[in-house]
């Protein structure tokens, strides 16, 4: 039997962590799906210092790195070799600063003196023998030589340790760096030369593409690689959604220097602008984002919805007496691993328990995830109906000054938590435990994953009502009780407390309308679509 070899195509840099990313995960599910299908092998295209990000997305869904053909340029360019080098440097300074400033070698000295100290005074203090305070005074006496000279070593290498701090040449270095970038000059002047090095290495990872005869054809998961229109073979570019035409505003002031999105902008439109055949999740991006806005022939895109996301096979347990006690109690170990990378809450362990009543929303946080909406809705039920429950998300929230202050003005830091790089066991655990999920995205390229992830381990999920999340929940009764108006946070308030209220109602209508109509489409199926549409694009005449 002939195999079929086609390839798929990525040039994401190296700072992306690909287990974060929602595109990430679509990757995962898509290759461990396509080792099921014996006649048809997928090589992977993608730079050199993608491979530990590669290997590390493919071992969190249990696939074997190893069994993937990686194809990669012979060499590094120079840009690369140096920002592997600073990286490096970086990596190990900040170790070394751990290792030092962590262990805290100081800090503790000073607490166990202090604690031997107030243990003395104490036993001194409570002691009925009228000798100890004699051998206590002569003890002192001795020791006021020994404790002057400590005293004396301490100063000294304090005042040491300042003098090199305020005239060493880094410090020196750093306030000049500062003084000169008061403009931005050097972050852009980074970034620019940071976007050169991954762009050299996209055109190169094309290039070595196209050494590859035995590929008929040629996949893309994302937009964002205007160089992938230099592969000669057939290409299929994924088109997940281009959420800036939709919130251009929110998109420019994200970042400091607001010029960047633009340039993000500009690439994925020439993407577009030269791309070949194209695929999309929902009608509603082919039709209004392709279409409409791009200009894109129907004929040339194709429709491919996601698979089901279950998680229930990472922490369900059998062959207990209570299944499902049991698969709440390893949950439990997982979800305290997850408490434990909470970024704005180092006491958030304390809450590690299978009890802990919480609201789960698993994103990244960017203009269109409407993280702003969820935190007023939370606070305005916090503070009229002292809701009993915790607020958990996965974002980074010191990336929006909006949130910094939110969270800071409205002291919610014990209340909402926010944990970072969790393993696809931790966050099924944190679906599991959570009380309902909630995920309040104005735009999405496809149907949230929230509602299978949530639904899959026993959990009810409230939405935003959006195009691509009708296109799947058609059903009158589960749309209903599901969508709220997520640009109301009185709206998304309300439909906490509904769910809330009848939450084993909520997810027995879930539940149902997810075995009917959503766990039937496995990713096997969602492979097989695509198979289908590269197979056809390579029999075409070019």
Known sequence: ????????????????????????????EFLKASTHFENVRFVIAA??????????????????????ELVSPKHRSLLGLLYGLRTAVSVRRTELRRKLGGKGYLRKTK??????????????????????????????????????????FASVMTALIRTFANFRPQSRF???????????????????????????????VADEANKRRDVEAWYAPAAFWP???????????????????HFPVGFAIEEPNGDRRMQDFKRIEAAIDGGDRFVTYSSDVKNRTLV????????????????????????????????????????????????????????????????LGFLFYASQFRPNKNVMNLLRAYDHLRR???????????????????????????????????????????????????????????????????????????????????PVSREIIQDVEVAQRTFFDGFDYRSIAKAITSALADRDGLVAAQRDFYNRQMVTRSWNEVVREYILVLESMGEEPH
């Open 292 to 355: 409409e806005r791009f200009h894109v022939e129907p004929g040339r895109v194709s429709v491919i919805p996601h698979g089901a996301n279950r998680l229930d096979r990472l922490i369900t347990v059998s062959g207990f007496p209570d299944d499902e006690a049991a698969t709440d109690t390893l949950s439990a170990q997982h979800f305290w691993g997850a408490l434990s990378k909470t970024v704005n809450n180092n006491n958030a362990t304390w809450y590690a328990s299978k009890d």
């Open 227 to 245: 160089e992938f229109n230099r592969i000669k073979a057939p290409r299929l570019m994924c088109v997940p959604d281009v959420v800036p035409i």
């Open 174 to 204: 750093i306030k000049l760096k500062r003084h000169l970038n008061r403009g931005g000059l050097f972050t852009r002047v980074s970034h620019s030369a940071y976007q050169f090095m991954c762009d050299s290495e996209a055109s190169a």
């Open 47 to 68: 730079p050199r210092w993608l491979r530990s990000p590669l290997k590390d997305l493919l071992e969190n869904f249990d696939l074997d790195f190893a069994s993937f």
């Open 111 to 152: 607490n166990f003196v202090s604690m031997i100290a107030k243990s003395t005074v104490l036993a001194v203090a409570k002691s009925r023998n009228p000798f100890t305070l004699l051998v206590t005074i002569v003890i002192g006496i001795a020791a006021i030589p020994i404790a002057a000279v400590v005293a004396l």
């Open 384 to 466: 009229t109906q002292n809701i009993p429950y915790k607020l958990l998300m996965t974002g980074e929230w010191r990336v929006s000054g909006s949130i910094v202050r939110f969270m800071d003005e409205n002291r919610l830091h014990n209340d909402v938590l926010f944990v970072r790089g969790l393993s696809e066991r931790e966050l099924a655990s944190c679906y599991r435990l959570a009380t309902l999920a909630v995920n309040p995205s104005l735009a999405e390229g496809g149907m949230p994953f929230t509602f299978t992830e949530a639904v899959s381990v026993g959990t009810p999920v409230i939405m935003a009502d959006i």
């Open 1 to 28: 039997m002939s195999v079929k070899t086609f390839g798929i195509y990525l040039a994401y840099g190296p700072r992306v962590d690909l287990r974060t990313e929602g595109l990430g995960r679509h990757l995962a």
